[in-house]
């Protein structure tokens, strides 16, 4: 589906629900783990040293020592999964890099087709562990892995519609995975009956659009009403159409690294349990 797959650790280990995903989806994958860089150190045990009184040093070891054991923690999972036969078709690598983690996945993730992530672990979340950054600064398209793996096929696609440029920059990156499909959805939401027919209206001209492209969607909507619509969308997503993967816009602000995931995508993404596809 996609040539090329960046796996970045940002604050965690590698995170092996994110190199299965990428397996199902890539013909190579680049697992990055980054080291800090003396830059980088520096910064934070400055920072540290001021509010604890702690000696520099010691704080700079500490640091350097936990790095290397995430860094071998990282090394022995990768590898127990590559001997596993997880790679299924896949080939994989496991780069190493010094500077600031955020950055320099952001600027690794340009030279890869798409980034494949794992949720974080608490208190962790998306807006804090670099991930808004990696979505809204890399210019590529991120897959979202859920905690646990989902039983539905990956080539069952639904697309969450919202006739917009975060959607349709989404749709469009989303083509190698859409093209790979077996089964496509085209799913509106409509928050009461007066908003189905500008819904269902707007899913079927993206259906016209992909049936252009030889794809073969179908299309429909589901109504919120008095429930929240994120858990409406999911609940149709994977309990009803069975989806494997589910394609949304990443709505929200994008002025560098302000980026704030809006409230629709959060919810989505903080409790999707299928894989998340999403561009900004």
């Known amino acids: 589906?996609?040539?090329?797959?960046?796996v970045p650790s940002l604050t965690s280990v590698c995170n092996e629900a994110a190199m299965a995903l990428a397996a199902k989806v890539a013909g190579r994958i680049a697992f990055l783990h980054v080291h800090p860089d003396a830059r980088e150190l520096a910064?934070?045990?400055?920072?540290?040293?001021?509010?604890?009184?702690?000696?520099?040093?010691?704080?700079?070891?500490a640091m350097v020592a936990g790095d290397k054991e995430c860094a071998q923690r990282s090394r022995a999972i990768f590898d127990a999964f590559c001997a596993g036969g997880g790679l299924a078709k896949a080939s994989a690598a496991f780069r190493e890099m010094e500077g600031n983690n955020?950055?320099?996945?952001?600027?690794?993730?340009?030279?890869?087709?798409?980034?494949?992530?794992g949720r974080p672990a608490l208190?962790?979340?998306?807006?804090t562990d670099g991930t808004s950054d990696v979505l809204a600064d890399s210019g590529r398209p991120l897959l979202l892995a859920p905690s646990v793996a989902s039983s539905n096929p990956l080539s069952t696609v639904v697309i969450a519609?919202?006739?917009g440029a975060p959607a349709a920059r989404t749709v469009a990156a989303a083509m190698p995975l859409l093209a790979a499909?077996?089964?496509?959805?085209?799913l509106g939401i409509a928050e009461d009956r007066c908003d189905e027919d500008d819904v269902l209206g707007a899913a079927e001209r993206l259906a016209t659009y992909l049936r252009s492209h030889g794809l073969k969607p179908q299309t429909g909507h589901v109504r919120a009403g008095d429930r929240n619509a994120a858990e409406v969308l999911l609940e149709a997503a994977d309990q009803k159409l069975k989806a494997g993967v589910l394609v949304m816009g990443g709505y929200g602000h994008s002025r560098a690294r302000e980026f704030v995931f809006g409230g629709f995508t959060r919810r989505v993404l903080h409790s999707a349990p299928l894989p998340v596809f999403m561009c900004h």
């Open 161 to 163: 519609w919202k006739p």
């Open 43 to 61: 910064r934070y045990t400055a920072t540290v040293d001021a509010q604890t009184s702690a000696f520099t040093g010691q704080i700079w070891d």
């Open 102 to 117: 955020v950055e320099c996945t952001i600027d690794e993730a340009r030279y890869h087709d798409l980034v494949v992530m």
């Open 181 to 186: 499909a077996e089964k496509i959805h085209v």
């Open 123 to 127: 208190p962790q979340d998306l807006t």
């Open 1 to 6: 589906m996609f040539e090329s797959v960046l």
